[in-house]
């Protein structure tokens, strides 16, 4: 499976089709409510349903989680959201918890929309179910922890009705400043590409400890910790700045060589604390990555460089966004005439509330999805979530191997991993 295969996967069901009045293909007008389900009432999930709530038509009416304890508090959470914001109360029967929480959200005719922030092991068994019931997914990174998930969910977006809008969640992509320097790069102001620097440096996460918790259920609350459960750090949360360069460059990488390890981390889990992959893309582009997840001192950076013939371009998370050489520009905010932050530097936000150059990603990628339902305008993101993710479990398989490891040998002989539990215990 090539990057040919992979963009045909994901445009086969675009490719017919057509563009219907809101009123024809929703049944609601432009500006009535969606109806909003999450499936995860986690930290991530939770904010971003209150920013789709805050920034958007859509109204957040169902909630579904594995634990009872996460479902009250996210009832708890949106009940007062939803009163401020002069709507009513979460139905008693839209609230559902279990194995099968998930299967009872998409079933529901309730519902508009699910979004999708469990855990990465479930993220394409759930995208499965909700685009079975046909309604809009907005699911997070990434679509698939190996081989045999991403290949599945490409099955799964030739599936997707016209009618339908899917997407994964890469906010960072419509952050004004990022996007508006993507626009430039794109455009070649920076002239042939040769050498891109890339890097997420992150503080440890947090223990989930709840009293008399079995040992799976433990896991399953640590699922950052877990290797088949969250992909690794790699493939987890470092996927933001892989998905950036490819989307940059236009391509996924050919192949990868990659070191790190556990080296600080003597917690419960498998997942690396630090990462080095160095991956080639086309026409012999060199991605330097580097990334880190350890550390109390809650210091975050995050980031790309990208160096060519015509000049170069730092685009940071946090930061001066701009451009050097014969096209020199950077980023000002049209609304205040500022600049990013000068400090290079930002406070790690476990939940993704970021400020500084990504102080609007969520608020405008919810803005856009959105607008692709109630205008009709459906669009379908699965095959390049894959793809991100794939680029991803390359660098994983290089470092867990200790070798160089090619796009193709990922695809033929890819790690597969397996839960090892059964989900029925929480019924």
Known sequence: MDRRELIQAGTAVASGMILLKPLTAFGY????????????????????????SKNTVAQVVAIADLFPDNLAAGRGRFDKINAGLGRSAIDEKLLFHGPHAFEQLAASPDVDLIQISTPPFFHVQHLEAAVASGKHVYCEKPVGIDIHQAKHALEIAKRVKSTQSVDVGFQCRNAP?????????????????????????????????????????????NWLWDRALSGDILVEQNIHIIDLCNWLLGSH???????????????????????????????DVHLSFSSTQFGSDGVFDAGLRLFGANGSATVP?????????SQAWAWQDPATGAAGSPSGTGKFAANGAFSDNLAFADRDKERTFIDSITSGSSHNQIAAGVETALSCMLGRMAGLTRREVTWEELLTHGETYQLGMSMEQFG
């Open 29 to 52: 007008a432009a500006n009535s409510a969606v109806r909003h389900g999450l499936l995860g009432c986690g930290n991530r999930g939770s904010s971003v349903a209150e920013s789709f």
């Open 317 to 325: 998370y946090s930061g001066p966004i701009q451009i050097t050489g």
């Open 253 to 283: 990488p050919l192949k990868a060589i990659a070191t790190g390890g556990r080296n600080i981390l003597n917690h419960f889990g498998d997942c690396w604390d630090n990462y080095q992959v160095d991956f080639t893309y086309p026409g």
């Open 177 to 221: 400043p990022i996007a508006a320097i993507a626009e430039r790069i794109k455009a070649g102001a920076l002239g042939k590409i040769a050498v891109v620097a890339g890097n997420y440096y992150a503080p440890a996460s947090t223990e989930k400890n709840r009293p008399g918790a079995s040992a799976d259920e433990y896991r399953l609350r």
